[in-house]
């Protein structure tokens, strides 16, 4: 059982930045796949960005792409989000999401993660 725990979200101006953090209980050298979704009102959960737990490299879509960085501390068992540049499109709850690995090279589906964290609502106004 993996329990995660998101933080960091508030209101910001358009143009601002914030960074979101997800406390990850994973055992260390465990293989997971760890994302960041959102979801705005009314609408989907949709993919944000994905990073392997140890070794492979990061996936984003293409809204984000060039604004949004996903990193991670294994020594603090910690996925970060950092976003720049933020929209009022932007403005939705974030979600971090972790699943084992099970071979697919980016895993960006939400019914392809096992488990899910409570949410932190980012809202940027115009």
């Known amino acids: 059982q993996v329990q995660l725990v998101e933080s960091g979200g508030g209101l910001v101006q358009a143009g601002g930045s914030l960074r979101l953090s997800c406390a990850a209980s994973v055992r260390p050298n465990s293989n997971y796949v760890m994302a960041w979704f959102r979801q705005a009102p009314g609408k989907e959960r949709d993919f944000v960005a994905t990073i392997p737990w140890n070794i492979g490299s990061t996936y984003y879509a293409d809204s984000v792409k060039g604004r949004f960085t996903i990193s991670r501390d294994n020594a603090k068992n910690t996925v970060y989000l950092q976003m720049n540049s933020l929209k009022p499109e932007d403005t939705a709850v974030y979600y971090c999401?972790?699943?084992?690995?099970?071979?697919?090279?980016?895993?960006?589906?939400?019914?392809?993660?096992?488990?899910w964290g409570q949410g932190t609502l980012v809202t940027v106004s115009s």
């Open positions: 999401a972790a699943a084992p690995f099970r071979g697919k090279r980016y895993v960006i589906r939400t019914d392809e993660f096992d488990y």
